[in-house]
C-alpha cells in the first residue's frame, strides 16, 4: 500500500509520457476546443496526478491509457467549471477607450462643456445650481441666500438638472426603477 508521500519513480513516468503523451493531448485538444495551452496545462496536471499517485500503476487493467484519459477529462471538467464560475476578464480595448484621468485634456473639455450648458439656462436656474453645487448650500441655505421658498429652490434644481442632462454630450444617466 502507498503513503501519501509516495510518489512514482522516474523512469515509470518518462515511459508513461512517450507512450500516451501525444493521444492524451490529442484528446484534450478536443475537450478544450482546440486550445493547444489549455491542453498542455492539462496534460501536466494529469501526469501530476500519476507521479502523486503510484497505486493507479499496480491496478488490475493492462494500460494506464483508461485511467489516464478519465483523469484528463476530469480535470478539464473542474477546468471549464472553473472558469465559468469567474466573471469574464476585459479585454485592453475597453481600457483604451477609457479615459486616462491624468489626462487634463478630458477634464478641460468637459469643463468646458459643463460651463456650456450651466449658461443656456435661465438666470433663475443657474442661480440655484451655483447655491447648491458650486456653493455647496443645503436647500435651506440656499432658499435663504436666494429669497425664495425651499421648494421652489428644489423644483428649480430639478429642471435644471434636466436641461443640463439634455445639454451634456456623452452624458447619461442609469434610469432608477420606478416604484408604485
Not at 98 to 124: F, K, M, N, Q, Y
Not at 157 to 172: D, F, I, K, V
Amino acid at each position: 500500500m502507498a503513503t501519501a508521500t509516495a510518489t512514482t519513480d522516474e523512469r515509470a513516468m518518462a515511459e508513461l509520457q512517450r507512450e500516451h503523451g501525444p493521444a492524451l493531448l490529442s484528446f484534450l485538444q478536443g475537450l478544450t476546443y482546440g486550445d493547444q495551452q489549455r491542453a498542455e496545462d492539462l496534460l501536466q496536471e494529469t501526469f501530476v496526478k500519476a507521479w502523486q499517485h503510484p497505486e493507479a500503476f499496480d491496478a488490475p487493467y493492462e494500460s494506464m491509457r483508461p485511467w489516464l484519459f478519465t483523469v484528463g477529462r476530469r480535470l478539464a471538467i473542474d477546468a471549464r467549471r472553473s472558469r465559468m464560475a469567474r466573471p469574464t476578464e476585459i479585454g485592453d480595448g475597453v481600457l483604451a477607450a477609457t479615459a486616462d484621468p491624468a489626462d487634463i485634456t478630458e477634464s478641460a473639455v468637459a469643463a468646458l462643456d459643463v460651463r456650456a450648458a450651466v449658461g443656456s439656462l435661465s438666470p433663475e436656474h443657474r442661480a440655484v445650481l451655483v447655491q447648491i453645487y458650486f456653493h455647496g448650500l443645503s436647500v435651506n441655505e440656499a432658499a435663504r441666500a436666494l429669497g425664495i421658498p425651499p421648494g421652489t429652490v428644489k423644483s428649480r434644481s430639478h429642471y435644471a438638472l434636466r436641461a443640463l442632462a439634455r445639454g451634456l454630450p456623452g452624458y447619461s444617466r442609469a434610469r432608477r426603477p420606478v416604484r408604485h
